[in-house]
T-cell receptor, first 118, second 114 residues
Framework: AQTVTQSQPEMSVQEAETVTLSCTYD???????LFWYKQPPSRQMILVIR??????QNATENRFSVNFQKAAKSFSLKISDSQLGDAAMYFC???????????????FGKGTHLIIQP | EAGVAQSPRYKIIEKRQSVAFWCNPI?????LYWYQQILGQGPKLLIQ????????DSQLPKDRFSAERLKGVDSTLKIQPAKLEDSAVYLC????????????FGQGTRLTVV
């Protein structure tokens, strides 16, 4: 079974600065998807960015980018020019490609609470 | 485009009572998931449907939890009887049948068992 580890329960950053959230995972599979989700107090999970394991190029979405190190099984999220609206819980998640029968539920880490200091 | 709808938003019940949650996925999404999110943890998959059929229920406590998806659209998740440790947020998500596509989540139901 796959596991996802987020070792930073809480991170704090000044508005307009850059912050990096860490995520490591354990898998024996060679192909899979990785995601970062944001969960504000409203509880609705919102996709921030996704990475396909077979793609070497790191994904980027506006101010959000990832550093995907497949050999190290590391998938960190960098948020540039942090804004007050970025404050939320951030979850790293793994999705298998090879599991049988179409099972493709996400495996989540425990999350990192991101605080933005004005 | 309407999102994933869940009801109720909040529910408080006593232990040993039963409770049901409802989910209406995004139109056209064949895959539907139920997740349990205990306070301070990430969501954990309970069950996955594809159309009417169950694809994965390996983490569903089948002695007390049940779920169904009627006509491949709406879904209900039931707990009977509830235990204190079932207190959590229950999230419903849906997606197209493609492992790389985004799963869209509802706002969840916060269950408190007292």
């Amino acid at each position: 079974a796959q596991t996802v580890t987020q070792s930073q329960p809480e991170m704090s950053v000044q508005e307009a600065e850059t912050v990096t959230l860490s995520c490591t995972y354990d898998t024996s599979e060679s192909d899979y998807y990785l995601f970062w989700y944001k969960q504000p107090p409203s509880r609705q999970m919102i996709l921030v960015i996704r990475q396909e394991a077979y793609k070497q190029q790191n994904a980027t979405e506006n101010r959000f980018s990832v550093n995907f190190q497949k050999a190290a099984k590391s998938f960190s999220l960098k948020i540039s020019d942090s804004q007050l609206g970025d404050a939320a819980m951030y979850f790293c998640a793994y999705r298998s490609v090879l599991s049988g029968g179409g099972a493709d539920g996400l495996t989540f880490g425990k999350g990192t609470h991101l605080i933005i200091q004005p | 485009e309407a999102g994933v709808a869940q009801s109720p938003r909040y529910k408080i019940i006593e232990k040993r009572q039963s409770v049901a949650f409802w989910c209406n996925p995004i139109s056209g999404h064949a895959t539907l998931y139920w997740y349990q999110q205990i306070l301070g943890q990430g969501p954990k998959l309970l069950i996955q449907f594809q159309n009417n059929g169950v694809v994965d229920d390996s983490q569903l406590p089948k002695d007390r939890f049940s779920a169904e998806r009627l006509k491949g659209v709406d879904s209900t998740l039931k707990i009977q009887p509830a235990k204190l440790e079932d207190s959590a947020v229950y999230l419903c998500a849906s997606s197209f049948v493609n492992r790389g596509t985004e799963a869209f989540f509802g706002q969840g139901t916060r269950l408190t068992v007292v």
